[in-house]
């Protein structure tokens, strides 16, 4: 016991404390973005569950990734692999529902409980592996005093993601904002991969900022013009089951 009262007295251990839950504050944006587009589609009484297990499963994958983020971010080819994935993840979320008419329409998100939280736990895994470096720096290697930050700044995450939530519901167009920075975030990891970092560094620097922007761009081009063409389709299809019904009735 009194070992355990000697931990939590020395001032290192507030120290590490407090700066994980200020890098965990800066960082949490972009987790409280992805969780609230995979929890519009949700029914009102799901939404704040959805939330709940999607911020629980982010603090958990980077209690996790902080513990081995050393052997992680040597996996060649992880980063990109992961970035071409939030590429994917983002296009979705931008997609209208099938049915839906307006073009701002809603995020082709999770029809339920369970794939809004699959969505957010892949987006998040990929989004974790950047953020938790500093976190894991903060720690100094201490599990322990990454985890107590990390669960401290869970109301924060909730917080975000239903604020965020309120304000796509009022503004549809935030839609896009949110799949922009999820595709910047995808050019960023894809960049900074171990495979690809030396040689951007020393050839072409500019990658840096350009990929980042470039991802930004493609994701919500991306997501406009298949829209665009699954609206086509469903269209197509209405008119050709509303065929026979004209011919019949003649």
């Not at 073009?103 to 969505?119: E, H, I, P």
């Not at 974790?128 to 894991?136: E, R, T």
């Not at 975000?160 to 922009?180: E, Q």
Request: net charge neutral.
């Amino acid at each position: 016991m009194s070992e355990v009262v000697e931990f939590f007295s020395q001032p290192h251990f507030w120290i590490g404390l407090l700066q994980i839950i200020g890098i965990d504050i800066l960082l949490s944006g972009d987790n409280a973005v992805v969780i609230a587009l995979a929890c519009r589609s949700l029914p009102a009484h799901q939404r704040r569950r959805g939330i709940v297990l999607g911020a629980a499963a982010a603090i958990v994958l980077r209690i996790i990734f902080a513990a081995f983020i050393v052997h992680l971010l040597a996996v060649p080819y992880l980063k990109i692999v992961g970035g071409a994935l939030l590429f994917w993840i983002a296009i979705k979320l931008l997609l209208p529902e099938e049915g839906d008419d307006q073009d701002s329409g809603g995020v082709d998100a999770a029809r339920n409980l369970f794939q809004a939280v699959k969505t957010i736990v892949i987006a998040d895994a990929v989004m974790s592996l950047d953020n938790v470096v500093g976190i894991a720096a903060a720690a100094k290697g201490d599990v322990v005093l990454v985890a107590l930050g990390l669960v401290i700044s869970i109301p924060l995450i909730v917080y975000g993601s239903t604020l965020i939530l309120k304000l796509l519901d009022r503004f549809p167009i935030i839609v896009a904002a949110g799949g922009a920075l999820l595709g910047y975030i995808a050019g960023e990891t894809m960049v900074t991969d171990i495979v690809l970092l030396d040689w951007v560094h020393e050839n072409a620097a500019w990658l840096h900022y350009a990929a980042p922007a470039g991802g930004a761009v493609f994701v919500v081009a991306a997501g406009m013009i298949v829209a665009r063409l699954r609206r086509r389709v469903l269209r197509r299809i209405e008119q050709r089951a509303a065929e026979p019904a004209r011919s019949d009735g003649r």
